[in-house]
């Protein structure tokens, strides 16, 4: 008998864990992790039709466009219909999860709520490799030695977007936008919201309900 395949999406503001989560779910229950920003940086990294689109945006300082995103991710998500995977950073917007749903069902959609004043304190101490777009947290990921990456030895930079000032401006932005994706994975009965302050806390109770959704491997 065929296995049955299982596919789900993380949402949640920046700063929310949801490349952490996801990581840990791949591991746990043996999914493929897919991340849109690692999608991105191929696009980029190969100047495919979608990387040039989206560097002349996010050289601006802008997010890269739901007609460019789709461009990126669809044709990835079609390559891994045989597959089993959980999705972070996609879909960010209505069309998005619209213009997935044409070429793949979702079994789950997480959506992270983690209050204002603790994404404002993570994404304080979050610093970036740009190049191949490692994250660390000096609060509960840090660098082996401050300021370079573990790997490279490169040194890390702080985003622009990550600094105080534009971090309310982007977490407003994501509830306006991620309101709508909510409600239509809540209409179709696929939505768990799961709170709090500690990656670590909110942890066993997404591991509790994969436990009873996905298939055994």
């Not at 040039?52 to 945006?57: E, F, G, K, Q, Y």
């Not at 959506?111 to 609060?139: C, D, Q």
């Not at 709090?196 to 996905?214: A, H, Q």
């Amino acid at each position: 008998m065929a296995k049955r395949i299982f596919r789900a999406v993380i949402m949640g503001p920046p700063g929310s864990g949801k490349g952490t989560i996801s990581a840990r779910i791949a591991q746990s229950f043996g999914l493929k992790h897919l991340s849109s920003g690692d999608f991105l940086r191929e696009n980029i990294t190969a100047n495919t039709e979608a990387g040039v689109l989206a560097r002349t945006h996010i050289e601006k300082g802008l997010l890269v466009p739901d007609d460019v995103m789709t461009l990126v991710l669809l044709p990835r998500l079609k390559e891994m219909a045989r597959h089993s995977w959980v999705l972070d950073g996609f879909p960010r917007t209505l069309a998005q999860a619209t213009a997935m749903s044409s070429v793949c069902d979702l079994d789950l959609a997480i959506s992270l709520n983690i209050p204002f004043e603790t994404l404002k304190e993570r994404l304080k101490g979050r610093w970036i490799h740009p190049a191949s777009g490692r994250v660390y947290n000096m609060e509960f990921n840090p660098p082996r030695v401050q300021g370079v990456d573990d790997i490279t030895g490169e040194p890390l930079v702080q985003s622009d977007e990550d600094k105080p000032e534009a971090v309310v401006s982007r977490l407003r932005h994501y509830k306006d936008i991620a309101k709508p994706v909510i409600d239509f994975y809540k209409k179709q009965g696929i939505l768990h919201s799961f709170s709090g302050t500690e990656t670590d806390k909110i942890w066993p109770y997404i591991s509790s309900l994969l436990s009873t959704k996905v298939p055994p491997v």
